[in-house]
């Protein structure tokens, strides 16, 4: 795509955060710290428009101005700044999917979390946990060992451990045993799984792509899409006013449809409600992400000791983002099956958020029949795949060709049927 050249003025050096720059302005008791983005005022045109600023959202615009060096950007968001689903989620990362389409995609964003920190000079407290599979049924270990052997096609680490090996890792799960009305039959162990400060990844994105020229616009929702006479994408509408752009990226996780349906297009997603909850902190119990496949619940211990929780989707279509009671005890329920002593915990907090999710449980990073106007949607464990989908994002739209890690990933496969079948793979019901 074409480019029109950022003035030298709207971009600036970004303030090194250190050891040593925290200490030089803790000496002037920290006033002088550099903003971590402006708040530049909106201007009519742009050669990008991205809408929302969530995780791929801000990394699309980071990947956009360091990759291709496109910056006459704007991201346009209703709220605030990283205050959507990148906000909402249970910060596992992970890349043990099934299909030949999907393991090198999230391996690759797997090792782009990896090295974010130092890219983005900001501390994501990126932890390499392990996620430990608490298998219950045979049939899920049927599924798992498929799994395993074609992760190790592509380079990422899963492999089967005994019940013995299981609870030594985890003394706190008692329950399972022989006589339970699910006994564990197996485990496996996923080595690069890992967890990360979701805020800093939004906040880490943002700062670098706003030195880079981008423009980040909080409180600017966007209304309706526009579209020329020629039919091609034109812009959009928001309170402020019409805004010009020939590209335009809809990244509003959960709201897609709302968007695109303002110019006509349908697409194959729906919105469901995904929520968690969070106990009390208390001692470190567990050093591993806990995944529950068979009874749908998951867990981790945050670095203030409060245990993290998550559970299955409720089913129902929803823009809900709170949690329904059912949904809630449904998971509750299932981890005091395998943890029976959690019983004793106070929850401190609950919350949801809404996820727009494909037939095949996919994401679509595409451009669509309108010209100009590209989607990335359908996340449903997105968080692990902002680097890699801002990344594949970008160069979409500064080639105007598929990135190879999203081909799979594009609107077609829903006209021929190639769906990448990773239902198995979430906590989906
Ligand atoms: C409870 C829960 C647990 C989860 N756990 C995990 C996990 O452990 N691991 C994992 O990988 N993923 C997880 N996810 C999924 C993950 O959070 C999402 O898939 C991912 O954050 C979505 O991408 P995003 O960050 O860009 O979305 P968001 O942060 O939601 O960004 C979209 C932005 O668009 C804005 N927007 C919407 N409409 C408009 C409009 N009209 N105009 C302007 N702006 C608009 C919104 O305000 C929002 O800020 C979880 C999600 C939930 C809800």
């Known amino acids: 795509m074409a480019r029109t050249p950022v003035s030298p003025a709207l971009t600036r050096s970004m303030q090194r955060y250190s050891l040593f720059s925290l200490l030089r302005h803790g000496l002037s008791h920290h006033r002088h710290w550099q903003q971590a983005w402006r708040k530049p005022k909106l201007r009519p045109h742009y050669d990008v428009i991205i809408i929302g600023a969530g995780g791929h959202g801000l ?106 090996e299981l609870r030594r890792r985890i003394p706190s799960l008692t329950g399972g045993g022989p006589d339970a009305r699910l006994p564990i039959v197996g485990a496996m162990v996923h080595t690069d799984a890992a967890v990360c400060r979701h805020d800093a990844v939004a906040w880490g994105f943002a700062r670098s792509a706003d030195h880079m020229g981008v423009e980040l616009h909080e409180n600017t929702p966007v209304q309706a899409l526009l579209r020329g006479d020629d039919g091609r994408i034109a812009g959009v509408r928001t309170p402020f006013g019409v805004i010009q752009a020939p ?12 968007l695109t349906e303002t110019v006509g297009l349908r697409l194959p997603v729906k919105t469901i409600n995904l929520s968690a909850f969070v106990s009390e902190p208390i001692k470190p119990v567990i050093d591993v992400i806990v995944n529950c496949p068979d009874v749908g619940v998951y867990l981790s211990q945050s670095d203030r000791g409060e245990l993290i929780i998550g559970g299955a989707n409720d089913p129902g279509q929803s823009f809900r983002r709170d949690i329904k009671q059912h949904v809630f005890e449904d998971a509750v329920a299932a981890m005091l099956d395998l943890f029976p002593t959690f019983g004793r915990l106070k929850l401190m907090r609950q919350w949801g958020g809404t996820l727009d999710i494909a037939h095949d449980a996919s994401p679509i990073v595409s451009g669509t029949s309108i010209p100009g106007l590209y989607v990335s949607a359908g996340w449903w464990g997105g968080f692990k795949a902002v680097p890699a989908g801002g990344y594949t994002l970008a160069h979409l739209i500064a080639t105007g060709e598929p990135h190879p890690l999203i081909r799979p990933f594009s609107l077609d496969r829903f006209r021929h049927l190639d769906y990448v079948l990773e239902s198995g793979t979430t906590t989906a019901r």
Do not use: C
């Not at 590209?247 to 709302?258: E, I, L, N, R």
């Open 59 to 164: 990394a699309t615009a980071h990947y956009l101005a360091l990759n291709h060096g496109i910056t006459n950007v704007a991201v346009l968001e209703r709220g605030w700044l990283g205050g959507g689903n990148i906000a909402r989620n249970t910060v596992t990362i992970r890349s043990n999917y099934l299909r030949d389409e999907s393991i090198p995609f999230y391996v690759k964003s797997v090792s782009l979390f990896e090295s974010l920190t130092k890219e983005l000079n900001i501390n994501l407290m990126y932890s390499k946990r392990t996620m430990v599979d608490v298998v219950q049924t045979s049939s899920k270990m049927r599924d798992l060992r498929r799994r395993m052997l074609n992760m190790a096609n592509h380079g990422s680490s899963y492999e089967p451990i005994s019940i013995e």
């Open 247 to 258: 590209t335009v990226a809809v990244v509003v996780s959960g709201h897609t449809t709302t």
